[in-house]
């Protein structure tokens, strides 16, 4: 009596070779463009993380300035004490 199980696995295994080859052919044709898709996305991102690490920077700079222009010198009134004074002719300018 014939192995029906090996007989039948035989006769399928070229076939399913096949679609199996196509299907993994498919497989690695997606897979490579949603890597390339992934790589854009990437260089975008990076490109926009630059942008923000410089804005974020010029914010530092700029609070940095801010806190220089607002800090009084010594003996001199810090900016609210000079409103509250009613000199406002030098509370905005330096």
Do not use: W
Request: aromatic share 2%; proline share 4%; with cysteine.
């Amino acid at each position: 009596m014939p192995d029906i199980k090996k007989s039948s696995c035989q006769s399928r295994q070229p076939l399913l070779l096949g679609r199996s080859l196509s299907s993994m052919k498919d497989d690695v044709q997606s897979t490579a463009f949603r890597i390339q898709q992934l790589l854009a996305d990437s260089s975008m991102l990076a490109g926009q993380l630059a942008t923000l690490k410089t804005l974020l920077m010029m914010n530092d700079r700029v609070e940095l300035s801010l806190q220089l222009l607002l800090e009084p010198s010594p003996g001199e009134l810090s900016v609210n004490e000079k409103i509250l004074n009613g000199d406002l002719s030098g509370a905005y300018h330096r």
